[in-house]
């Protein structure tokens, strides 16, 4: 069976993990050291690159979980459905990173933890649909039924997030926005020097790799999972 | 009427049917025996297409389940473990409500011919909730046979009835069957089901098993225990 | 297509029915209601300058509290005895069902916003009844229904359904409230509609696309 495979770690894998882990060092060196001090914020502002390359990972993470869900509804396949837990599992991780790393910028530029900002809000409320989806499956029993109602609700979900952001954004935002054109009224803008869009795009090619690396990981014990279950249903009958 | 091939249906990683062959011709009475959990209810439910085959075909009447399951179910009439009525509701006020879902005609006149025939009349203005076991049971029998179903799907349809229900639910059966109806109906009474059926269908370890039907009980009893043995 | 609405009727029809027998359901909603709002009156303590602004963002709150109640039971009662199963069984698209129960739905939590909007009017001495402000309750009532129903019919088939619903509902059900609240409170200051509209598209939007996943989902969410 294909679940043979499974049970050595694959080389390339073994590779991967030791390329990300260079990568991310190299990335870190890049963002503490390389990278100038930004003139205004101060040494804080070096969070950004890993904040950014967080958010992006996660978000990345969720758009293909929603994508893997849609397949799974279309042409249900229990590979569709690992790799889509797997997939909540890392963004879950990665928006949490990037939430957490934003706070801490936010505290000595925008004097608070926390705002009311659209990007704040919505990246939360995300964070909650996909708990809400983990509960979900929590409570199901039939694995079948159980990776239906998943696809389902990361549908939903991923409808109602860009409605969340655009609610919210109705009213104004201070959310810097780094790429792209800044609203006049955000706080903690800053352009861009060489330097820092090198390190900046070495972060996101770094995260990216890790969170891959992560995903594979994830999805390798998903069906390691799944294996467990079927021995256990082989060896006592439920 | 009936036609079903290679059906198979897993829980999880429990198959309850395996491979599953079964056709039930116009005006057949077929009986279902099998001990608990054979999975003669799951397939009864998958024939009333209220659960999916994960391998196989399935027709009924000739449409193809499930690309057709919606024009089948108005020629399918099902009665489960359960009556699937509203306790809320009186006798009448499900059936009618199940009337207006099936687009019956002269629904009203229906409806009380039906209490009528399963001996509710005197009751119709109660809640079902004050049914006893047996008393729903007829409702939900009124309520399967409402739209006059070409096949019927019964799932131990004696169950909770007394004498005089057990009767009515015979002479019912018999009649629908004389009609030109397909019948296929669940259950443990060995009696019962030589007395009724033409053709007895036993379930075990997932799929099916023949028996005519001139047999003695003894004779039932002991194909159906070498059958258990054969397929489990 | 007019089985498909006979049958969406007949739903409906059956489910107020149901209620009419008992009323518990609608009881037991608008007394929680009435409770939620004397629970906001303490904790916020509602004086006359922060109530104008507030009453939009504690009546969305309480009816979406409230609601819940009736989305539990709109399936618990269809899963108490395997009625479902009755509703599957009709020759009809799958999809009349779950329209016929949303439409209950939102006739539930109107009808419980119809009793508790005069009673807040009268504790707090707002005038609630202008024809802006009934719109939105409108329109928010069926997007509310329109995601809950369907969210409620999976919540029906885990463990844990008490529980789940609300856990599931609320974190996708954030835009319609947001909206609710922005587009009410700025009909209740009297803001010109070019400042509602984009708070009421919003509400539109999401009442057009939650029923049109309802209508794929459903016999998904159904089938056994």
Known sequence: MALKSLDRKPRSLSALDIFSFLLVSAATYLALVYAPTESVMGPVQRIFYFHASAGWVGMVAFIAAAVASLIYLIRPNKKWDVFAVAAVEVGLVYSFINIATGSIWARPIWNTWWTWDPRLVTATVMELVYFAYLLLRQGIEDPERRARFGAIYALLGSASVPLTYMSIRIWRTIHPVVIGSGSPSAQGDFDMTSTMVFTLLFSFVAFTVLGTTVLWHRIRLGWLGERVEELRYKAIGF | ?232 | MVNYFSALFSILRKDLAVEWRSRQLLTAMLVFSVLIILIFNFALELDARLRAEVSAGVLWATFAFAGTLGLNRSMAIEKEHSSLDGLLLAPVDRSAIYFGKTTANTVFILVVELFTLPIYAVLYNVNLFTPGFLIVIILGSWAYSAIGTLLAAMAAQARNRELLLPVLLFPVLIPVLVAAVRASTGILDGLEMVYIWPSLNIIIAYGLIMPVLGYMFFDLIVKD
Do not use: C, W
């Open chain 2, 1 to 232: 009427m009936i036609s079903v091939s290679g059906l198979s249906k897993r829980y999880g990683y429990r198959l309850v049917l395996r491979d599953l062959d079964l056709r039930v011709g116009r005006g057949e009475i077929v009986a279902l025996l099998g001990p608990n959990g054979a999975g003669k209810s799951t397939l009864l439910r998958i024939l009333a297409t209220l659960s999916h085959p994960t391998f196989g075909q399935v027709e009924i009447a000739g449409l193809s389940l499930p690309i057709h399951a919606a024009s089948a179910r108005g020629l399918l009439g099902y009665l489960g473990h359960q009556p699937l009525l509203y306790e809320d509701l009186t006798a009448e006020q499900n059936l009618h409500f199940f009337a207006r879902l099936y687009l019956i005609p002269r629904a009203r006149k229906r409806v009380d011919e039906l209490l009528d025939l399963v001996g509710l009349e005197s009751r119709r203005t109660e809640q079902a909730r004050a049914f006893s076991r047996g008393m729903q049971q007829r409702l939900g029998i009124a309520r399967a046979i409402l739209h006059k179903p070409k096949i019927l799907l019964l799932d131990e349809p004696h169950s909770g009835l007394d004498k005089s229900g057990a009767e009515m639910m015979d002479k019912l059966l018999r009649e629908t069957a004389k009609k030109g109806n397909t019948i296929l109906f669940a259950t443990h009474d060995q009696h019962r089901a030589l007395a009724l059926a033409k053709r007895i269908e036993v379930l075990a370890g997932g799929s099916l098993v023949s028996l005519g039907r001139k047999l003695s009980v003894a004779q039932l009893s002991a194909q159906y225990d070498r059958a258990q043995r054969a397929n489990g």
